[in-house]
């Protein structure tokens, strides 16, 4: 397939995906989804590759969903949930992979790109790397609800109910991030993870993997996933004056505006 929206390159018995729309962040939109899924598949049946990292091009790991407006608008509970499916069964075909992926997080990793970082086996971050899950601030939720299994209450709740964002130190100290590397020398770190996860016997690495996954699915992670989905829905058909105000400026100025907006809008400013 000719990838336009990823990059896949495999050297040896090590793959590496790289989310590339630069120009855009990496925003993640219907294309670059559906190149992922393919790409995950193709890897996936290919028994020669044993690690896979996954990183995003320019400064960003990427900046989430991308919002920019479509030519046929969302208006039903189905369209929402036909186009949070895509989404998740595409992060879905890391979690089952055979493959040990690495998240190796360049810059901005926000949004469904965090989810994206939290369901790879481990995650590196450059020292740069900022994490955030901001959505609920413009009425939004995250479609993958997998932060409370990765993190615990407290901070699960103080970052998806404020919409706050995270530095690389943060990041390892809460758990979302294994360890922070300097930014040049990120996929070189990465790459080092990969080769020794790629000398684990094939059979040992897909059947401890799994097994690891299957305690968590025991205990509801497939349920909390299912039902973060129907959230991310309900939210998102929701009425709310602020999502209309951001979502007006978009239109208007362009996201980038509407991001503005948004920053400015939950800035402390004065004395506290």
Known sequence: MDYQAIQLAIDGSIATLTLN??????????????EMQHALDSLEAN?????????????????GFDLSPREEPFTTVQDWREHVKLGNDTWSRIWRSRLPVIAAVNGFCLGGACDLSMVCDITLAADTAQFGEPEIQFKSAPPYAIMPW??????T?????????VDAQEAQRIGLANRVVPAD????????L??????????????????LNRAYEMRGFQST????????????????????????????????????????????EGPQ
């Open 21 to 34: 729309r630069p120009e855009k962040m990496n925003a993640l939109d219907d294309q670059l989804l559906l």
């Open 47 to 63: 028994l020669a590759v044993r690690a896979l990292i996954v990183t995003g091009a320019g400064r960003a790991f990427s900046a």
């Open 150 to 155: 990765v993190l615990g209450m407290k901070k």
């Open 157 to 165: 709740k103080e970052l998806l109910l404020t919409g706050d964002r």
């Open 185 to 192: 020398q990120l996929l070189a770190e990465a790459r080092r």
């Open 194 to 211: 990969a080769t020794k996860l790629s000398m684990i016997p094939p059979p040992a690495m897909q059947l401890n993997k799994m097994g």
């Open 225 to 268: 996933i299912d039902y973060g989905a129907e959230v991310f829905t309900l939210v998102l058909m929701a009425e709310s004056a602020e999502a209309d105000e951001f979502f007006q400026v978009a239109g208007a100025q362009g996201l980038k505006a509407a991001f503005k907006w948004r920053d400015a809008r939950f800035a402390l």
